[in-house]
């Protein structure tokens, strides 16, 4: 069965980085894009970007470029997203997720980042 | 960028009943519209994608449709297991927006 399993809560100082991982299992990797959406406490989804694992090419909001990267590693079918230069507003549940035809079908569990000093 | 607009942002309705959510995108889409359901503290679950298209296992009480700009999701009778927050989204192209969201209720 398709599964996506993000790595465990993080909490940061404001103006460090954050790496979240997305480890895939049950589809061929290369096949689907992986997205990440994030969702602050109390607020709605939030789109940040994309991959495809194939090639490796992104897509990310405007609103994040310059401080995200998400990368992949095909040999342990595993997406990353570093996000840097963080705030008190990056405080967040980010979610990996399946691309199906762009939309998401399968989602990752969540992962907690917590910026705070 | 392209915005998406829901409405109502929330909704309170009898068991049985009836509930239709809009969603408005700001340009044209083509039919390249999903929705969401989020119940509380959960992950987000893919409930239609194609602006009609019913994802596998999702009940067929719910519906979608619509083209371009204007598109409708239709909960033909609510449950009590539906309480939750829906979100639409559009992806014919980056971003990749969410609407606001619409938190569903029962009366």
């Known amino acids: 069965q398709v599964q996506l399993v993000q790595s465990g809560a993080e909490v940061k100082k404001p103006g460090a980085s954050v790496k979240v991982s997305c480890k895939a299992s049950g589809y061929t990797f290369i096949n689907y894009y992986i997205h990440w959406v994030r969702q602050a406490p109390g607020q709605g989804l939030e789109w940040m970007g994309k991959i495809n694992p194939s090639g490796g090419s992104t897509n990310y909001a405007q609103k994040f470029q310059g401080r995200v990267t998400v990368t992949r590693d095909t040999s342990t079918t595993t997406v990353y997203i570093d996000l840097n230069s963080l705030r008190s507003e990056d405080t967040a549940v980010y979610y990996c997720?399946?691309?199906?035809?762009?939309?998401?079908?399968?989602w990752g569990q969540g992962t907690l980042v917590t910026v705070s000093s | 960028d392209i915005q998406m607009t829901q409405s109502p942002s929330s909704l309170s309705a009898s068991v049985g009943d009836r509930v239709t959510i809009t969603c408005r995108a700001s340009?044209?889409?083509?039919?390249?519209l999903a929705w969401y359901q989020q119940k509380p503290g959960k992950v987000p679950k893919l409930l239609i994608y194609a602006a009609s298209t019913l994802q596998s296992g999702v009940p067929s009480r719910f519906s979608g449709s619509g083209f371009g700009t204007d598109f409708t999701l239709t909960i033909g009778s609510l449950q009590p297991e539906d309480v939750a927050t829906y979100y639409c989204q559009k992806y014919n192209s980056a971003p990749q927006t969410f609407g606001q969201g619409t938190k569903v209720e029962i009366k």
């Open positions: 997720a399946r691309g199906l035809d762009g939309s998401h079908d399968f």
């Open positions: 340009q044209g889409i083509s039919d390249y």
